[in-house]
């Protein structure tokens, strides 16, 4: 196409650990990529969208043997699955790269000679603390009690081993610098600071191989030429991981070269893998003297009934049954239209019937159904009206229409996919609103045909920009409205219907079922699966016998916070009694007497978040008052107190 300027656009997902079945968080991360990558082929982009696998590393090492298997044909196995549920999902995915591409390898191995030759890559001895479920390094600092990993709450693993580092402390001001000059690299920006602060708060050189496990790639050969030793090295995972956004361009591998790609657009990720990419990945790219990605946009977490989705618990959502019992469609609707970007947000069936019932059929399918109604009705499915004339009745609602196109396309490029839905539905209300306003069915009594026809048109043409602007989010919905009116989405009738502005008013319709019917209990006992996947947890499930059980306003009188201890100091007159003083977020910290002298030194004390019953009555022991409680737990082995599994603001209440 001479003379039109064909942006490119690069967006990704995170690789998925092959140690699970894909569930309702990769799958919306996933969607939200899929989305943004149609947006821009709606545009008229050339697009390349990326997602795959990560597939080295300690955790998938363990479960590869917990399953009695080799881990290359363990993550063969799994990463199919990854593969085949995006397929069966439609996701629009580009390149589906796996970690053990041997392209892959290629380019890993690439950049680690490269950061070595340029000397951000040193051999020192690494001793500390690492978490394989997260596959990351703590600092003692960061650990929740003695072992706690700041992130997951699992027991991290003592390691000292031979390793390489790289030099993450040398970046730390270019990082800052690069923060500062580009605003919006973090989405939403609500998260900025709490990267900066992390960076401000001063980089470790970063551990990037492991010598006492195998399950990864190999350091570049000219090293292990160099030294031996260097061949019982595999690369640190998240090196390997990160370098997935360029080995599937084809970097430094005999893929086609595809880097005119680079820098991606958009890496989509979870809230929990924000610092790898704003700050690892962004030095490394600097020591590659490669571009820096343009956006990071991180999401918040799914739960299911408020808690973590875990598979001990059982309460893991599987996106496939919820697809099969409601629909792609919906589900995608559901989890881009429910929850802010960057938010973390519950699932829940109830909810999700609310959307599509509410949302889906009363404002979208009920416009559609009335459009196809009408014109059966009045005009035998074919509405023709003169442009000049239907322009000039429409002009107020035509401007409104614009104005509401007009900020949908920020609102994309700022991932905020939830409200641009929101703003889009603005153009069903408002369809809606005019038919009943109009009451076409009063004007053909009154003879007016050509005003109904005119509305029609009106709502014909609304129907099929909302199509348009919807594919990306709902594709086979979009494209069954547009079916209406013989069309099809495409960048082609984007530009024409969008960004020309044209209208339809000559149009032959095409009925189609009512789109999204609505779901009552009775058809939900129908189609079975619903009310089943229910049933059957019901089915499992005995009541317990709990002693002495309390109800929920008894334990709504308890006043328990979070709070820090100022100090703590031993009472000489007693043998299990520490004095501290905790900040609990109120005018003065509060002295609280806690009997775990024979398990803490006051000293490891200072510092740490603990959590006090704060209404308990002020008490006198040993002569000195008491203003609350520190909860702890006590087993065979000792005591310990309870913390929470992250930072939180002194005074924060648990409920
Ligand atoms: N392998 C790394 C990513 C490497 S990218 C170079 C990884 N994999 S993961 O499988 O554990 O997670 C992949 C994505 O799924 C992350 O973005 C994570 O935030 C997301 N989710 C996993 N569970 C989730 C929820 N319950 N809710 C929403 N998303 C969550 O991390």
Known sequence: MEGVLISKFFVTSPIYYVNDIPHIGHAYTTIIVDTLARFHRLKGDCVFCLTGTDEHGQKIEQSAHKKGQEPKVYVDMIAKRFKDLWDTFGISYDSFIRTTDSTHLQSAQYVFAQMFEKGDIYKGEYEGNYCISCESFFAKSQLVGERGCPDCGKETTLLKEESYFFKLSAYEKKLLEFYDAHPDFILPKSRRNEV?????????????????????????????????????????VWLDALINYVSALGFHNDLPNKMEFWPANYHIVGKDIL????????????????????????HGWWTKD??????????????KEVVDAYGLDSFRYFVLREVPFGQDGDYSQNALIERINSDLGNDLGNLLNRLLGMSAKYFNNTLSVDE???????????????????????????????RYLEELWKLFSLGNGIIAKKEPWSLMKANQSGAVAELLVFIANVLLRAALYLSPCMPSTANAIASVFGLEVNAQNFATFIVQNQFLTTITLNPIPALFPRIDEKRMEEAGVAVKAE?????????????????KEDFSK??????????AEILPKSEKLLKLQVDLGEVRARQILAGIKTYYNPQELVGMQVCVLANLKPAKLMGEVSEGMILAAKDGTGLALIAPQKQKINGSQIS
């Open 196 to 236: 900066i602060n992390f960076v401000k708060a001063g980089l470790e050189d970063l551990s990037i191989t492991r010598t006492t496990f195998e399950w990864g790639i190999k350091l570049p050969q000219i090293l292990i030429d160099k030294d031996k030793n260097n061949a019982k090295h595999v690369m640190y």
């Open 275 to 298: 610092r790898f990419h704003a700050i690892y990945w962004p030095a490394f790219l600097m020591s590659l003297e490669l571009p820096l990605p343009r956006h990071i946009a991180a």
């Open 306 to 319: 408020g808690a973590k989705m875990s598979k001990s618990i059982g309460n893991v959502v599987n996106p």
């Open 388 to 418: 000049v004339c239907f322009k000039e009745s429409y002009t107020e609602e035509i401007a409104e229409v614009n104005a509401i196109l007009g900020t949908l396309e920020s609102y994309m490029d700022e991932v905020q996919i939830n």
């Open 535 to 551: 049933s059957q947890h019901k089915e499992q499930w005995q009541p317990l016998e709990i002693p002495n059980a309390i109800s």
């Open 558 to 567: 308890m006043d328990i916070r979070i709070g820090t201890i100022l100090s």
